[in-house]
Each structure stands twice: as C-alpha cells, then as structure tokens.
C-alpha cells in the first residue's frame, strides 16, 4: 500500500470532524421548520379544545332522527311549526314550507332579509297567520304568497331576533333593544317586558350576541331567554318578572359559554327544548326547568369536533335553532348541514 | 490630426447609438420604479384576522424571543361578558381573577368591573406572547372581539417573515405601512 494511502490519526481526525459537521447540518436542516408543519411547540398549557366537553352519554339520548329536510335557501335562519304541523324556515332570501313528511309546500322570495319567524295556532286572532321578524319591524303575511302587512319600525337599533305567539298578542325578542316588544294582533304596541327595572326586581336582559329568544308557554305565561345570565325567565303579559330558572356550565344539564341557551321552544305539555350554541346540543327540561335528556349532541350537529374553535368568520358553527309541532317533534334547523333535522322519542 | 483618424465610422456610430440608448433605458427603467415606489409607499407585514385560525405559530416563528404578534381587542364587538371565555378556562371553578380560572398562560388579559353584570377586558401587551389561545375561547362561544394583529412598534418588517412563511391558513400579506393594521369592525354584536 502506498504511504499517501495510508490512514494516519491525523487524517482519521479530520475525516471524522467532516463526518461530524455534515450529521449537525443534516440535524440543523431537518429541526428546522420554516413551513410550519410541525406545529406551534407551545406546551400544552397553551392548547384550546372543547373535546372532552362534547361527550355525551349516550344514554342521555332520548331522540332519533325521523326525517331531514334538505334546504335549498341561503343562510336559513329560522324554523316554526304552524297548523297541522306545517314547517316554516326563513333565511336571507326568502321563506320555504313543508308539510310535516318534509314535501315542499311552497317557497317564496321575500322582500328584505327575514331573521325568525312565528305561525299563529287555532287558537290566535288570525288562524295560521304569519309574522315575520326583519331586522327592525314585523312583517305579517295572511297566506304564504299574500301580501305582507308591515308594522312600524323600532328603529335602527332594533334586531328582532325571535317571535312568539299567544291568543291575542305577538311578542318579539329585541337583541338590540335588550326588551321583548308586546303587540296585539292587528300591529298595535302594547308594551314592553324586560327592560331593566330595580323596583320590580328585574335585572334586565344581558345579551352579548343576536340570539335572544322567546315564547309563549301553555300556562299563560311569556318565557325569554336571559343568555347571559344562562336563564330561562317567565314574565306575565304585562312584564311581571314570575320565576327563572337554568345554571352556567359545561356539563350537560347546564347552559355552557357566555351566553345561552341561543334556542328555545316549548312543548304541547309545557316541557322546554333548548339549542346551545358553542357547544351545539339540544336538550329537553322538564316544566320547572330540571334537565330530562338531550335531543341531539355535537356528534351530530358538530361531526368535526375542531370546527367548535374555528376562528375564521365563514367557517365557524352558526348556532341552531328549535321548534315543536303538536306531536312533539322537536324540529331543528340546523344552518351549518342545510337542513332541517326531524326528531321524535325514541 | 489627419482628417481620416477623425472620422466615424458606421461601427463605432452604431456602437455608441447602442450605448446611449441602453443607458438611456437604464435610466428611465430606474425612474420609473422610483416613481412607482413613490406611489405605493412602504409595505409593512399584517395578518388578515378574517384568514387566522389561532394556531399559536406567531408565538414561536418570529424572529425575535418576543413574537411581534399580540392580541388586540375590539371593544365595540365584545359583550363584556361576565362568564368571558377569552378570559376564563372552559370550565372556571368560579369567576374571580384567580390564575386557576383564566384562560391566558401567561396572565396577559386584565378583567375590570365596569357595572353588573359587565366587565371590561383588556390586554397586557408585555405579557402577550400572540398564542392566540384565547382568540379560540373567545370565537368558540362568543362574539370573536379577540383577534391577533403584527405590532408595528415591535415589528421588524423582515423581507421574508418567518411567521408567514409557517402561517398555514395563509393570514398575513404586506399592507400598506400608513394603514398596517387590519381591525375588526362590529359583526355579530347585538
């Protein structure tokens, strides 16, 4: 072998040194992560997830899915049941209705942008009228293809978010105004509820986001959503402040976040059905508000658990709404499938 | 001098033509960029809050130990909750001020009464670190007044931003520096 060939420890030292300098700029290149791809490397007390929290014991359900009602209206917002079980759903451009299998009835384009809706029952004034809630006033339709009446406008800083109808009087949830607005049938304002008021031990409805909601129960009296008081509130017609009831929380009998429940309607038997947003569940309480089961969980409305702490506008989970016809179907609508999900007792 | 030395011939002619007309256009080409960049002014670094997803990367893809990205608040977006969720843990044992109840690893958010049942929040720039945790707890259940924004007083403008290039919903772009920040205005609040 010739000397030059030779490996001296000189030459093995240098050799290695190379060696080494190439593994720690292999290691450098690779631990590098200009794309991001390998995540935050935050600790885990910097992690966000409701996950654990969307569990729900399946034995809690007490509903199945019967019928859904696929939607073909942009942004629906809002589902009532009218006579004979007849659904109602409005969205931005218009108000479609289905007979109580899911047929389409009729559909019709609606002038302005509808934001919740109420069907009057056998009982009301005016029989299976229509009100409208727009943004600032009622409208009130007579047929589904008639002419709308529109009431007098609240205002520029209305935002009527819910309807409810009793025998002779409209109520509408006003977001804005943080009061329910009382009419009678014929459009006339005949009070206020709610507003805030010391001597009558009312301490006025807190409402950080557009979902405040009412409705009429069957013992005569009015029942408003305080969401951000977590609490369902009954009012006599002419604002008296009766009884409340409903816990902040994340477990499944509470209301969970800021501010909830974001949807209520009651039953023929005077059981209350709510839609949580956050969160998405519905669930049933019984007349005194002591919680009986859940309707449907996030497994459903919510199947990527991630879309729950999605913070870009378009892409994050609208909140459901709720409604019962006389059988007690509980009839949700829920915006972010398009459709309309049927439920009955298993 | 002879006459013929003097002489220019049709190469040489066409050799200094080129010359001059290629320094020429040099010239203008560089006169039309300074006015160009007169018009468009700086550009600085900015992320769209509209595209962001919180994903905690401008806390640690900055170049600097101190990410550039904060939180900010939109006041006339918020409902000055009293059960904020920017501000607590999703399940707060109760709602006083104590560490084991907020939210913000790093105690960057301050909650001070204003009148019952409101709070008003705020952001403790030194503490923020831009994780972006609470702008998750905030959009998760309320009004998304919680966003992140590059600040410019800490922003070092780098050619290629480090948090960019990780940013995977592709948030931020080079705005104009006179209006660098990207606010939210009033969305969903009642």
């Not at chain 1, 079980?85 to 899911?102: S, T």
């Not at chain 1, 607005?181 to 008021?197: M, Q």
């Not at chain 1, 604002?239 to 409340?244: A, F, M, P, Q, R």
């Not at chain 2, 204003?114 to 923020?128: A, G, N, Q, S």
Request: net charge negative; hydrophobic share 40%.
């Amino acid at each position: 072998m010739p000397a030059s060939a030779k490996l001296n420890p000189l030459n093995f030292a240098i050799g290695g040194l190379i060696l080494a300098g190439i593994a720690v700029g292999v290691l450098v290149v690779l631990m590098n992560d200009p794309s991001g791809d390998g995540g935050n490397r935050l600790p885990d007390a910097f992690d966000y997830s409701l996950e654990e929290y969307q569990k729900i014991d399946p034995a809690l359900v007490k509903y199945r899915q019967t019928a859904e009602i696929p939607l073909e209206m942009q942004e629906p917002r809002g589902v009532a049941a009218g006579i004979d079980d007849k659904i109602y759903v409005v969205g931005k451009d218009g108000l479609a209705v289905f007979d109580p299998q899911g047929t389409e009835v009729k559909t019709v384009r609606l002038e302005g942008e509808t934001q919740c809706v109420a069907v009057a029952g056998k009982d009301h004034s005016v029989p299976g009228r229509i009100y409208l809630g727009m943004k600032d006033h009622i409208q009130a339709l007579d047929t589904v293809d008639g002419p709308a009446i529109s009431w007098e406008s609240l205002g520029e800083k209305a935002n009527l978010t819910s309807l409810a109808v009793a025998e002779q009087d409209v109520f509408a949830a006003d977001a804005g105004n943080r009061i329910v607005w009382r009419y009678d049938a014929s459009g006339k304002l005949l009070g206020r509820i709610g507003g805030k008021d010391e001597a009558r031990n009312i301490r006025g409805f807190v409402i950080p986001s557009p979902y405040f909601e009412t409705a009429a129960a069957p013992d005569g009296l009015l029942r408003v959503v305080n969401p951000g008081a977590h609490k369902i509130e009954a009012f006599t017609f002419d604002g008296h402040l009766e009884l409340s009831w409903g816990q902040r929380g994340l477990d499944v009998a509470a209301f969970c976040g800021c501010c909830n429940p974001a949807a209520m309607a009651i039953l023929p038997d005077g059981r209350f059905v709510t839609g949580e947003k956050g969160i998405p569940r519905v669930k049933v309480y019984d007349a005194e508000g002591k919680f009986e089961c859940v309707v449907v969980g996030p497994d459903v409305l919510a199947p990527n658990f991630s879309a729950t702490t999605e913070t870009r506008e378009d892409m994050r989970l609208k909140p459901v709404d709720v409604a019962v016809d006389s059988k007690s179907r509980i009839i949700v609508l829920d915006p972010n499938a398009g459709k309309v999900r049927i439920f009955e007792k298993k | 001098m002879t006459e013929t030395s003097c002489k220019l011939d049709r190469r040489s002619f066409v050799g200094i033509a080129l010359r001059v007309a290629g320094a020429a256009g040099i010239g203008g080409l560089a006169a039309a960029l300074a006015v160009r960049r007169g018009q468009s002014g700086e550009l600085a670094w900015q992320l769209d809050p509209h595209k962001c997803v919180s994903c905690g990367n401008c806390a640690t893809y900055c170049v600097l130990d101190e990410s550039a990205v904060k939180c900010v608040h939109s006041f006339p977006m918020c409902g000055y909750c009293d059960l904020c969720t920017g501000y607590f843990q999703p399940s707060p044992i109760e709602l006083k001020t104590g560490a084991e109840n907020q939210l913000c690893p790093t105690g960057a958010i301050r909650r001070q009464f204003i009148e019952d049942p409101y709070f008003e929040y705020t952001i403790d720039k030194e503490l923020c670190i831009g994780c972006g945790k609470c702008v998750k707890g905030c959009n998760a259940f309320g009004n998304g007044s919680l966003y992140l924004q590059v600040q410019h007083d800490r922003c070092k403008n780098c050619n290629e931003c480090a948090i960019a290039v990780s940013c995977p919903s592709q948030a931020f772009s080079r705005v104009p520096a006179k209006d660098a920040y990207l606010l939210k205005i009033r969305e969903t609040k009642a």
